[in-house]
T-cell receptor
Framework: GDSVTQTEGPVTLSEGTSLTVNCSYE??????LFWYVQYPGEGPQLLFK?????EKGSNRGFEATYNKEATSFHLQKASVQESDSAVYYC?????????????FGKGTKLSVKS | EAGVTQSPRYAVLQEGQAVSFWCDPI?????LYWYQQPRDQGPQLLVY????????NSQLPSDRFSAVRPKGTNSTLKIQSAKQGDTATYLC??????????FGPGTRLTVL
């Protein structure tokens, strides 16, 4: 079946430093890839998605490139803020552009200190 | 526009007790999902519906878990005889025709 593996947390950074969260995946299909963010007491919310290989997604200063050859989709941000503290999930859907069935990674907890 | 609502927000049970979780999706969303999220893990799909029909329940422990969506709107997930291993947050999500999923806040279940 499908699987997603991402950087194990927790990750602690100082404000203004850069972030990379690694994500790799396995699927026999042609996936759409997602990054979700989850704050305490809330459900996950979509950060952005990328349906096509070699394209980049971005939102709120976060970005990731869908690398089909390396089966990777690493999350990056150049300068993190305290408000970025949350749990980040990499996920995939194997139904083309429709995300009918999502497979999530285990999550990476990010804490940003001022 | 109201988001996905779930109730209760918390539940604490003894092993062997039954519990039901309720979900009200975003108005107009035809697809509804139930996920189980153990502590410090990602959400794992249990079952999903398109309107009132079950599309995939392959990950639902059928001996103790059941889920219904009788009118294609609200949904109920029930655990018949809870075990300590069921301790987790149960998330409901909805979408329009399988596109972006919107998640509710979840129900945090503790089984003692």
């Amino acid at each position: 079946g499908d699987s997603v593996t991402q950087t194990e947390g927790p990750v602690t950074l100082s404000e203004g430093t850069s972030l990379t969260v690694n994500c790799s995946y396995e699927t026999k299909q042609y996936p759409t890839l997602f990054w979700y963010v989850q704050y305490p007491g809330e459900g996950p919310q979509l950060l952005f998605k990328v349906p096509k290989a070699n394209e980049k997604g971005s939102n709120r200063g976060f970005e990731a490139t869908y690398n089909k050859e390396a089966t990777s989709f690493h999350l990056q941000k150049a300068s993190v803020q305290e408000s970025d503290s949350a749990v980040y999930y990499c996920a995939l859907s194997d139904l083309g552009g429709s995300n009918a069935k999502l497979t999530f990674g285990k999550g990476t907890k990010l804490s940003v200190k001022s | 526009e109201a988001g996905v609502t779930q109730s209760p927000r918390y539940a604490v049970l003894q092993e062997g007790q039954a519990v039901s979780f309720w979900c009200d999706p975003i108005s107009g969303h035809d697809t509804l999902y139930w996920y189980q999220q153990p502590r410090d893990q990602g959400p794992q799909l249990l079952v999903y519906f398109r309107d009132e029909a079950v599309i995939d329940n392959s990950q639902l422990p059928s001996d103790r878990f059941s889920a219904v969506r009788p009118k294609g709107t609200n949904s109920t997930l029930k655990i018949q005889s809870a075990k300590q291993g069921d301790t987790a947050t149960y998330l409901c999500a909805s979408s329009f025709s399988g596109w972006e999923q919107y998640f509710g806040p979840g129900t945090r279940l503790t089984v003692l």
